[in-house]
Every structure is written in structure tokens, then in C-alpha cells.
């Protein structure tokens, strides 16, 4: 099995798998990965479990979290929140027990940490697990970018919430 791709064979594939704009995939791959590894390093584990899980629910549920993410701070981070939220990922629904569905799921309509988290674990959930793709076919590739830049824009401001988790996220 080939492991190292040639640049031109990987082009090929994303050209294949009707990715768009494969840099801001990346970008969002490696800007959530690492962000995890953020929220885990600073001791955001989730408790129902032994696997080592970030707990993204702890970060979002910690008041000084909560009270930090102020999407007024920012015209940028302002816009990505409401984008994120008026306009929610896909969420696949299970309709028995071998199909599935895809769903638009409200995220109850709040703009706080909680909600636009959820949106963003969902957007990777469903690049990560092919969801964006359910039939072979993007009906509107500008929504895969808009939900991508504004999740980005999200990110950068919520890796700055809590210093251990920004400083966990730079680290050498």
C-alpha cells in the first residue's frame, strides 16, 4: 500500500472526492486537531470514560469560558456565529436500523459557546466521516466553504477563551 502520495496524485483525489477548496479542509483539519489535543493537554477530558477524549462540553459549560466568548467582541466573530448558527451542518439521523438520513438540526437558536461548538463538532464529523458527501454530489459548494471560514473564524477566537488551552495549542 502506498502511504506518500505525489502532489499531483493527491490533487487528483481531492478533484475525485469533489473537494473544492482542499487548503481550507486542510486548514480546518489541522486547526480542530490540534485544538483537541489543546482541550485534552489543559485537562478538558471527558469523565465517562478511559479513553483519553477532549471534553468539549466541559470547555463550553465553564463559566469563564462562557462569560469570555462574547460574540459582539468582533464584527468577524460576530458574523461566524450567526452564520453557524441560522444556518446549522447537516447531522445524520438514523431511520432504521442499516439507513440513515441527513437533517438540518436547529441548534436551539442561541448564539453562545455551547451551540456554536456543537456546529463545529459537527462540520468535522461530517467532513471526517464522508457526511458531506451523503450521495456523491454537493448541491451548494459555497455552504461547505462558509461553514468552513466560519468555523475557522470561531476557532481562533475560542482557543484564546482559556490560557491554558492557548498555550497547550501553541507548543512546539
Known amino acids: ?24 479542509v486542510a486548514d480546518f483539519f489541522i486547526v480542530f486537531s490540534r485544538f483537541e489535543y489543546a482541550l485534552k493537554r489543559s485537562g478538558y477530558l471527558r469523565r465517562d470514560t478511559d479513553d483519553a ?9 465553564k463559566d469563564e469560558n462562557k462569560r469570555r466568548f462574547n460574540s459582539d467582541t468582533s464584527a468577524e466573530l460576530k458574523q461566524a456565529v450567526e452564520y453557524l448558527v441560522t444556518h ?18 436547529p441548534l436551539g437558536g442561541q448564539r453562545g459557546l455551547h451551540e456554536t461548538v456543537l456546529a463545529i463538532k459537527r462540520i ?37 477563551l482559556d490560557d ?9
Request: hydrophobic share 35%; charged share 30%.
Open 124 to 160: 468535522r464529523n461530517n467532513l471526517f466521516h464522508g457526511g458531506k458527501f451523503p450521495d456523491g454530489h454537493v448541491e451548494d459548494p459555497a455552504r461547505d466553504t462558509n461553514l468552513l471560514h466560519n468555523s475557522l473564524a470561531v476557532l481562533d477566537h475560542i482557543i484564546e
Open 164 to 172: 491554558r488551552v492557548k498555550n497547550a495549542f501553541w507548543e512546539p
Open 1 to 24: 500500500m502506498e502511504h506518500a502520495r505525489a502532489g499531483s496524485s493527491w490533487h487528483a483525489l481531492w478533484k475525485k472526492l469533489k473537494i473544492h477548496d482542499p487548503y481550507l
Open 88 to 105: 446549522p451542518p447537516e447531522k445524520q439521523i438514523r431511520t432504521s436500523r442499516d439507513s440513515f438520513k441527513y437533517e438540518r438540526k
Open 53 to 61: 477524549l477532549p471534553d468539549w462540553h466541559a470547555f463550553g459549560a
